[in-house]
């Protein structure tokens, strides 16, 4: 999916796109997998001085936790399973179908009917996802390989399998693998929350979240844990990743 044109007025845009200052290369005293809490803290720390602009959102929600996923088949496969649902819709379906297939591999996926993988609760669309994720696997795909790689890399590469859109191989990469600079510009509620923290007059579109979000470079995932944990703050309440409409 191509990133949406930007629309709006030039004032909007002007808010947007506004960069702080140029993003401070990666350092190996800060790895590319951010696997602990202190990595998370040590990446804040990192972003508020590259981008002041998040200071007051850092104050308001205390330090985003850490928040892992299982990677692998498994875990990108549970993703697919969510989009476009509620949380408690997405957990019985991912509960049937885990409970279904035990080990769930992709060889079984495979294997198995369409007509019993609709009654677990999958549409067409997601099984034929599925199945074209345990194709690449068979064809060689390899998860681990993801996390040696930067961001936008591993991003094409899973978007390359059929059914990958851009918000599920960011959502994996972010809380799968704990990549660090994944950032998923097209999630609503993080959408939300930059125009809750920036004080901006609209929600920004994708392309130009993405925009601003250059300057969080190489900690852009850090800096999306940071305002979906700004939004709970200010609503109230779980902002979980919501994918785009279709």
Known sequence: MNGPRCHGNSAMQGTVLTRARSPEPVRPSMPAIIAT???????????????PALAPLLTTAGPPALRRRPAGFPGLAAIVVS????????????GRLSAAFDPFDPAALRRARAAKLQRIGLSG????????VSDAITSGFDFDALAAMPADEAHARLTAIHGIGPWTADIYLLFC??????????????Q?????????????????LTTRAEVWRPWRGVAAKLLWAYYRAVKGREAVPVQPAK
């Open 125 to 132: 669309a997601k099984i034929r996802t599925l199945r074209a």
């Open 83 to 94: 989009q476009q649902l509620s949380t408690a819709s997405a957990a019985a379906i991912w």
């Open 177 to 190: 693998l704990g990549h660090a600079d994944a950032f998923p510009a097209g999630d609503l509620a993080l």
């Open 192 to 208: 939300e929350a930059a125009r809750l923290g920036f004080a901006l007059p609209r929600r920004p579109t994708a392309f130009e």
């Open 37 to 51: 809490q202190a990595e998370v803290t040590a990446a804040l720390a990192r972003l508020v001085a590259a981008d």
